[in-house]
């Protein structure tokens, strides 16, 4: 094919490749930093030193097994992700936690229940180095745990401090170069923004209050933003989605994201209901139910904790399909959500959907759908591409909100005035644009008319 330049002239302005974002090279220790050690997190970490070990693959992650497209599709240029853009390898990172229980990493993971024992036990010797700082924790934002490995004041500043103080120690005695912070702790009571969130003065003066709309892992995020260290939330906890805690990322350069890590049932949402609009069938009715056993589901079990998580699910449908558009196809849904706290399931969730759609002359059809998931084994991927592409922010500069990681949550942060993307196709073609442009390459349209033109 001849070159577009010689044949169409001057490639436009707005055509062209953007300039190379200067990115700082991965190197040295990335400490991971986990508030919460149960099963999302000792799963992730189990899983990345069998990788690294040659003991297991990482399968789930776009960060180690995913590539992407360069040019055009004559090219053939197709590289990894990890062979695009400068990540922090597997065997720099160090991992630290938070936890309101003294289990370390390897009596955690037995207590959990997600892998298999052997090779928990084949883990053990590196597992049970990874042990818990206290955690900041009151009852009141999740009352169906009993935490006896806590922080002793309830003081909310003093939290903050000590927090600060844990995220600095560790960076000394583990000798990191750069850090990362993902939330994997439980899901708070349902909290709306307040007064006390709208700016930093606020929210600090919240803090020496005790301010009840502050819960913990609000003030986790505070103490990660401080310290300079990017922060993802993986619950539907309001967490770092207010205006004071934005507002400090970006005056910091600090990247944040969330919320809430997306898994099994919304997972397979964001894929379907895409498909339904693309297609203009219609859709009347979207049962969903969960039987989940670990800690998360007692959690849920309380009806303030489920509401975070309810709302968190809820607003997935309505922002695909866009009811206000497509009042005739999706404006009268009957959207049901519901988790149900069923021990011997253990983390091997059970998420059933009932999805009743139409089709050509309003004739109906129905959709079941059983999947019968492993919550942490889909969750602790997410963990490690959100721990690596938040470093690789970091080191591009680009610092607050990074909607581009919007393909791993529930509930994508976004700017003020915007609202969430949550069709999975869109969403990976934001991430990979993303990374195009930090590297000075076009980006992927996939208009394809280049290819038919004389």
Same mark, same amino acid.
């Not at 205006?243 to 949402?269: R, W, Y």
């Not at 489920?306 to 449908?317: I, P, W, Y």
């Not at 999706?330 to 759609?357: A, L, T």
């Given at each position: 094919?001849a070159?577009s330049t010689?044949k169409h002239? +001057?490639?436009?302005?707005?055509?062209?490749?953007?300039?190379?974002t #200067? $990115?700082?090279?991965?190197?040295?220790?990335?400490?991971?930093l986990? +508030?919460?050690?149960?099963a999302?997190?000792?799963?992730f970490?189990?899983?990345?030193q !069998?990788?690294?070990?040659?003991?297991?693959?990482?399968? /789930?992650?776009?960060?180690q097994?995913?590539?992407?497209?360069?040019?055009?599709?004559?090219?053939?240029r197709?590289?990894?992700?990890k062979?695009?853009v400068?990540?922090a390898?597997?065997?720099?990172l160090a991992f630290?936690?938070?936890?309101?229980? %003294?289990d370390d990493?390897?009596?955690?993971?037995?207590?959990? /229940?997600?892998?298999?024992?052997v090779?928990?036990?084949d883990?053990?010797?590196f597992?049970t180095?990874v042990? %818990?700082m206290?955690?900041?924790?009151d009852k009141?934002?999740?009352?169906?745990? #009993?935490?006896?490995?806590?922080?002793e004041?309830?003081?909310?500043?003093e939290?903050?401090?000590?927090? $600060?103080?844990?995220?600095?120690?560790?960076?000394?005695?583990n000798?990191?170069?750069?850090?990362?912070?993902?939330?994997c @702790?439980?899901?708070?009571?349902f909290?709306?923004r !307040?007064?006390?969130h709208?700016?930093i003065d606020a929210?600090e &003066?919240?803090?020496?209050? =005790?301010d009840e709309?502050?819960?913990?892992?609000?003030i986790?995020?505070y103490?990660?933003?401080?310290?300079g260290?990017p922060?993802?939330?993986?619950?539907?906890n309001l967490s770092?989605d207010?205006p004071?805690?934005?507002?400090?990322a970006?005056?910091? @350069?600090?990247?944040? !994201?969330?919320?809430?890590?997306?898994?099994?049932?919304?997972?397979m949402k964001?894929i379907?209901?895409? @498909?339904?609009k !693309?297609r203009?069938?219609?859709?009347?009715?979207w049962y969903?139910?969960n039987?989940?056993?670990?800690?998360?589901?007692e959690?849920?079990?309380?009806p303030e904790s489920? &509401?975070?998580?309810?709302?968190? *699910?809820?607003?997935v449908?309505?922002y $695909?399909l866009?009811?206000e558009?497509?009042?005739?196809?999706?404006?009268d849904?009957?959207?049901v959500?519901?988790?149900n706290?069923?021990?011997?399931?253990?983390?091997?969730?059970?998420?059933?959907?009932?999805? #009743?759609?139409?089709?050509?002359l309003?004739?109906?059809?129905q959709?079941?759908i #059983?999947f019968?998931c492993r919550?942490s084994i889909?969750a602790?991927?997410?963990?490690?591409d959100?721990?690596?592409?938040l =470093?690789?922010?970091?080191r591009?500069?680009?610092?607050?909100?990074q909607?581009?990681l919007?393909?791993?949550?529930?509930?994508?942060?976004?700017?003020?005035?915007?609202y969430?993307?949550?069709d999975l196709f869109?969403?990976l073609?934001?991430l *990979?644009?993303t990374?195009?442009?930090?590297?000075?390459e076009?980006?992927i349209?996939?208009l @394809?008319?280049e290819?038919?033109?004389?």
């Amino acid at each position: 094919m001849a070159d577009s330049t010689e044949k169409h002239g +001057p490639v436009p302005l707005e055509q062209r490749p953007p300039e190379p974002t #200067d $990115i700082a090279p991965a190197e040295g220790t990335l400490g991971v930093l986990l +508030p919460g050690l149960g099963a999302v997190s000792t799963t992730f970490i189990a899983g990345v030193q !069998a990788v690294r070990s040659g003991k297991g693959r990482p399968f /789930g992650s776009l960060t180690q097994m995913g590539t992407i497209r360069l040019g055009g599709r004559p090219e053939k240029r197709i590289p990894t992700i990890k062979e695009f853009v400068p990540l922090a390898d597997l065997d720099q990172l160090a991992f630290g936690a938070w936890d309101v229980f %003294p289990d370390d990493a390897y009596e955690s993971a037995k207590n959990c /229940g997600v892998l298999d024992p052997v090779q928990v036990e084949d883990l053990k010797e590196f597992l049970t180095t990874v042990r %818990p700082m206290k955690g900041a924790f009151d009852k009141r934002y999740v009352k169906k745990l #009993d935490g006896t490995h806590v922080m002793e004041t309830r003081s909310k500043r003093e939290w903050a401090e000590r927090l $600060i103080d844990d995220i600095a120690r560790f960076e000394d005695e583990n000798g990191c170069d750069r850090m990362v912070m993902v939330w994997c @702790g439980s899901t708070e009571v349902f909290m709306e923004r !307040a007064a006390v969130h709208q700016s930093i003065d606020a929210f600090e &003066k919240g803090l020496d209050e =005790d301010d009840e709309s502050i819960p913990p892992s609000m003030i986790y995020a505070y103490a990660a933003i401080k310290s300079g260290v990017p922060y993802a939330n993986g619950a539907p906890n309001l967490s770092a989605d207010v205006p004071a805690l934005v507002e400090l990322a970006s005056e910091n @350069g600090v990247p944040i !994201a969330g919320k809430d890590f997306k898994t099994g049932q919304t997972m397979m949402k964001t894929i379907l209901a895409p @498909g339904f609009k !693309a297609r203009m069938l219609g859709v009347r009715g979207w049962y969903s139910t969960n039987i989940l056993g670990n800690r998360d589901g007692e959690v849920l079990d309380d009806p303030e904790s489920f &509401k975070t998580k309810e709302e968190s *699910k809820l607003g997935v449908l309505d922002y $695909i399909l866009q009811p206000e558009l497509y009042p005739d196809l999706y404006g009268d849904i009957s959207h049901v959500v519901r988790i149900n706290y069923y021990p011997p399931r253990g983390d091997n969730k059970e998420g059933w959907d009932n999805i #009743d759609i139409f089709g050509w002359l309003g004739y109906p059809m129905q959709i079941k759908i #059983d999947f019968l998931c492993r919550d942490s084994i889909l969750a602790a991927p997410i963990v490690l591409d959100l721990a690596l592409f938040l =470093d690789l922010a970091q080191r591009s500069g680009m610092g607050g909100i990074q909607e581009w990681l919007s393909f791993y949550f529930k509930s994508p942060q976004v700017a003020v005035g915007l609202y969430p993307e949550h069709d999975l196709f869109i969403q990976l073609m934001k991430l *990979k644009n993303t990374l195009r442009h930090l590297r000075g390459e076009k980006q992927i349209t996939h208009l @394809g008319l280049e290819y038919y033109t004389e």
